[in-house]
């Protein structure tokens, strides 16, 4: 069956959703450490969360990026990443969505949250023909990721560097055994309304 040009892929249970996100040491270790954000973690500032497992290896090379080089498994609350959601303005104008660009950056300003969809991505990281969701989280959303939706964060750098050194070696079926099981998550009415549109 072919896949849907728009689609949330995600590690998920009945109620939590798995995200990356990849910091610096000075970050990520004390957030795997601890299950929580250090005070460091600047909840003032729009983040990105990535249920993409091979999205985040393509935005931060397998962890061998400056101030990327700690791969953290952000696991929240679904009804948290719902309310993000629900809250989300797509991050470019679509005029199917829009009545006009104006319209649209208003809306962009007064929500805490917004959406992408950026290509998905293979092994090698190359772009594949559909798209998976990033979630800018800010304001409120930014605060309520990370101080109540939170429910474990784990330290996967191991895991990026065991796949891409199977990669490298081109043992692409080994790689592929060793992904987080990345399934269509399940969108109940309405939830996708407002960002479903665009390229």
Same mark, same amino acid.
């Given at each position: 069956?072919?896949?849907?040009? +728009? +689609?949330?892929?995600? &590690?998920?249970?009945?109620?939590?959703?798995?995200?990356?996100?990849?910091? =610096?040491?000075? $970050?990520? @270790? /004390?957030?795997? +450490?601890? =299950?929580?954000?250090?005070?460091?973690? %600047?909840?003032?500032?729009?983040?990105?969360? %990535? *249920?993409?497992?091979?999205?985040?290896?393509?935005?931060?090379?397998?962890?061998? %990026?400056?101030?990327?080089?700690? @791969?953290?498994?952000?696991? $929240?609350?679904?009804?948290?990443?719902?309310?993000?959601?629900?809250?989300?303005?797509?991050?470019?104008?679509?005029?199917?969505?829009?009545?006009?660009?104006?319209?649209?950056?208003?809306?962009?300003? #007064?929500? *805490?949250?917004?959406?992408?969809?950026? /290509? #998905?991505?293979? &092994?090698?990281?190359? /772009?594949?023909?559909?798209?998976?969701?990033? &979630?800018?989280?800010? =304001?409120?959303?930014?605060?309520?990721?990370?101080?109540?939706?939170? @429910?474990? $964060?784990?330290?996967?750098?191991?895991?990026?560097?065991?796949?891409?050194?199977?990669?490298?070696? =081109?043992?692409?079926?080994?790689?592929?055994?060793?992904?987080?099981?990345?399934?269509?998550?399940? @969108?109940?009415?309405?939830?996708?309304?407002?960002?479903?549109?665009?390229?």
């Amino acid at each position: 069956m072919q896949e849907p040009r +728009r +689609r949330i892929r995600a &590690l998920h249970t009945d109620t939590t959703v798995t995200v990356y996100q990849a910091y =610096g040491p000075a $970050i990520g @270790v /004390p957030a795997a +450490r601890d =299950g929580r954000f250090p005070a460091a973690w %600047k909840r003032d500032r729009m983040t990105w969360v %990535k *249920p993409s497992f091979l999205w985040m290896m393509y935005r931060c090379g397998w962890a061998e %990026k400056e101030g990327q080089q700690t @791969v953290l498994a952000v696991e $929240i609350q679904r009804s948290g990443f719902e309310w993000a959601l629900r809250h989300a303005c797509l991050a470019h104008y679509d005029r199917d969505l829009h009545t006009d660009r104006a319209a649209w950056r208003r809306e962009l300003r #007064e929500a *805490p949250a917004r959406v992408q969809w950026d /290509p #998905e991505r293979d &092994l090698r990281l190359r /772009p594949l023909p559909y798209r998976s969701l990033q &979630l800018g989280l800010s =304001g409120e959303a930014a605060r309520r990721y990370a101080d109540e939706w939170t @429910v474990c $964060i784990r330290d996967v750098t191991p895991l990026a560097r065991e796949v891409h050194a199977l990669v490298r070696a =081109g043992d692409l079926e080994g790689a592929r055994r060793l992904l987080p099981r990345e399934e269509p998550y399940p @969108v109940v009415e309405g939830l996708l309304g407002r960002v479903v549109a665009g390229a």
